[in-house]
């Protein structure tokens, strides 16, 4: 929500996706406008690569472990591979080897998708990779209801002792 309290209520993450889902259609509406020149080897590649390097290997891990702990390496394979840093690198090197093409729009059509449409962005090495509540964020969501029912309880109780 700001630099010192990095954490995302319902309604501040519901904004965020909103906006992902803009771009998202923006590269969508480009994609469609585009399709008979975009080519889709190259397309399903691109938007293929981010997944086969980035999340597979620790789903996989994931769902092996006993106890569901994996190496950091996934995480940072995944958080590299989702970036759209690293998306803008790749199609910076792509265009300045093979030129600039529309299959591109693959590389922020997975992200902007993963971000708008699951909620998805990097993932934390406190957490496990497939997403479940960590049991101090449940504690903590708990803790935050409680004191914004109240501080919105003491203000309506404040905007009553004004106009009385």
């Known amino acids: 929500m700001d630099a010192k309290n990095r954490f995302e209520t ?5 904004f965020s996706r909103m906006e992902w889902l803009a ?8 994609a469609f406008r585009n399709i008979s020149e975009i080519r889709w080897g190259v397309f399903v590649a691109l938007f293929a690569v981010i997944d086969v390097i980035g999340y ?8 092996r472990s006993p106890d569901k702990r994996i190496a950091r390496g996934y ?4 958080n590299v591979m989702h970036s759209l840093v690293t998306a803008g690198v790749i199609a910076g090197a792509w265009t300045l080897l093979a030129g600039p093409e529309w299959a591109l729009l ?14 998805n962005s990097f993932k934390s090495f406190g957490v496990a990779f497939e997403p ?5 964020y449940r504690l903590f969501e708990q803790q935050y209801r ?7 309880r003491h203000q ?9």
Do not use: M
């Open 75 to 78: 995480y940072v394979a995944y």
């Open 10 to 14: 319902k309604t501040t993450f519901a």
């Open 106 to 119: 693959a590389l922020p059509i997975h992200l902007l998708g993963d971000r708008a449409l699951f909620g």
């Open 156 to 164: 309506e109780e404040g905007a009553h002792a004004v106009r009385a």
């Open 132 to 136: 479940e509540i960590h049991p101090a």
């Open 56 to 63: 597979i290997p620790g789903a996989i891990a994931h769902r």
């Open 146 to 152: 409680t004191a914004a029912a109240e501080e919105a």
């Open 23 to 30: 771009f998202l259609i923006v590269s969508l509406v480009l």
